[in-house]
């Protein structure tokens, strides 16, 4: 899976309040990888990993970071597609 900073158009487009820009979009999800599997798509608004609020692009990528290199089995996702707010548990291993 790969990240994008969240701009004023994507939250324009999914009619949110513009003024803040929080979370991350999903960018990339490779077919049939746990993210994939767990039901994360292309253009989700992942907004938590692991109750965390991601407040920065720099951020997620530095708890995603962290999940890759601790080995944890599971982590857990709020996203938001179509005005749905959904958790995601991904079984990595």
């Known amino acids: 899976m790969t990240i994008r ?3 004023y158009s994507d939250l324009v487009a999914r009619r949110e ?4 820009l929080d979370g991350v979009i999903a960018h990339f999800v490779k077919p049939s990888s746990p993210v ?3 039901g994360l798509k292309f ?3 992942v907004k938590e990993i692991d109750g965390q ?3 920065s ?5 530095e708890i995603l970071d962290e999940v890759e290199s601790s080995g944890r089995p599971e982590i857990v ?3 938001s597609r179509g005005g749905e707010t959904s ?6 291993k």
Not at 17 to 20: H, L, R, Y
């Open 43 to 45: 253009d989700d608004w």
């Open 17 to 20: 309040n513009p003024t803040t």
């Open 5 to 7: 900073e969240t701009v």
């Open 87 to 92: 958790v995601l548990r991904v079984q990595l």
């Open 53 to 55: 609020p991601i407040t």
């Open 77 to 79: 996702m709020l996203v």
């Open 36 to 38: 994939s599997t767990a």
């Open 57 to 61: 692009f720099d951020q997620a990528q």
